[in-house]
């Protein structure tokens, strides 16, 4: 490793190698070297930690008692690592030192005390720098800046939140970046910014193919609606309840699910995914409704007495066809038009009337 630079004073100075670096230009100190120390901790020299070593010159490879900076440099740079692990600041991170002089508070300032030569100071003094590290959620927050996944897993509370901790580093996905965690897993991406997405929810959006397929990436974490949870995406929305398990709307469906008022209508959560239905279109159920659409057709509700006369008079594979309205008022009652014929429901009787072109 070479011989170190010289330093004047006991335990802390000015180097007479280094220049005196812009970030600590305000401190007190005369020359124009490096200050040093940055910060303090263990100092005994007589009793440390057992380290081993092989770098010694002359001296056999082996354990020797590590005190003062021998001990406390690797000690506090593992906390440190450690903090910064456990809140996902680990990327970008590069020179500390200028972070350490303008977070104050991620230290206990030391004000007394002696090392032979200086004394320790309120504030900064060459005994024990700038002070004792206290490596405090806040303090790794502020000591390196992360990135837009780390900021979020640590706006959500970081390793007390649902997440838990991390289980890999950050990582590409579809173009952009996303992290796992015991609990969930951070996508980003430029247009949509951070978002988690956990427990059932993601398992049915990485059964869908996660943001490589048509849902895409998340534009929000899950939030609550009307009788279950949901997930929006860039492609798609999927919902969650206990009774009806998690499901993806997307596309001209959804927006006319959105339309009706989502899962606060009378057509509730979604009970299936979108799946292909005959005449060339494509459907979703819901607990109190279903949504067809063709090219052809646009897309209808169906829903409540009609829908189950529909159904059962053979839905889209029927001589109907498929809706070509939503239920709309008719005389004395309610009623769908569909490619081939009506369905109409009697608000007297209650009983429908399929009409047949």
């Given at each position: ?239 969650w309840s206990p ?51 063709s090219s052809g ?61």
């Amino acid at each position: 490793m070479g011989t170190p630079p010289p330093v004047r004073g006991g335990g802390g100075g000015a180097s007479g190698l280094f220049a005196r670096p812009t970030y600590q230009s305000s401190l007190p100190g005369t020359g124009t070297g490096r200050l040093v120390p940055d910060i303090a901790s263990a100092a005994d020299p007589a009793h440390g930690i057992a380290i081993y070593c092989t770098c010694t010159p002359g001296q056999p490879a082996g354990w020797y008692s590590g005190g003062g900076t021998s001990a406390a440099a690797p000690a506090q740079t593992g906390l440190l690592v450690s903090m910064l692990s456990a809140y996902a600041r680990t990327t970008g991170i590069g020179d500390i030192h200028p972070a350490l002089y303008t977070h104050p508070g991620a230290f206990r300032d030391v004000t007394t005390g002696a090392n032979g030569t200086y004394p320790a100071a309120p504030g900064y003094d060459q005994t024990t720098g700038l002070g004792s590290p206290a490596w405090t959620t806040q303090a790794a927050a502020g000591l390196a800046q992360p990135d837009a996944i780390g900021q979020h897993y640590h706006d959500l509370g970081g390793p007390a939140s649902y997440l838990g901790t991390p289980t890999a580093p950050e990582t590409a996905a579809a173009g952009s970046r996303m992290q796992t965690f015991h609990g969930g897993t951070i996508y980003w991406s430029p247009a949509t910014g951070a978002h988690a997405v956990h427990g059932l929810i993601l398992a049915r959006y990485q059964a869908l193919g996660g943001p490589g397929s048509f849902a895409g990436f998340p534009t929000s974490d899950e939030q609550a609606v009307v009788g279950g949870r949901a997930s929006t995406f860039t492609g798609a929305a999927i919902y969650w309840s206990p009774g009806t398990g998690a499901h993806e709307v997307h596309g001209l469906i959804r927006a006319h699910y959105l339309a009706l008022g989502g899962p606060g209508s009378f057509a509730g959560l979604p009970t299936s995914d979108e799946t292909a239905v005959a005449g060339g279109g494509r459907a979703s159920t819901f607990t109190g409704a279903s949504i067809y659409w063709s090219s052809g057709t646009g897309a209808h509700e169906v829903h409540g007495a009609i829908r189950s006369a529909y159904l059962s008079y053979g839905g889209p594979g029927s001589p109907l066809a498929l809706p070509t309205s939503d239920e709309q008022p008719a005389p004395g009652g309610r009623q769908n038009t569909f490619q081939h014929g009506t369905i109409t429901w009697n608000a007297t009787t209650g009983a429908t009337t399929v009409h047949q072109l």
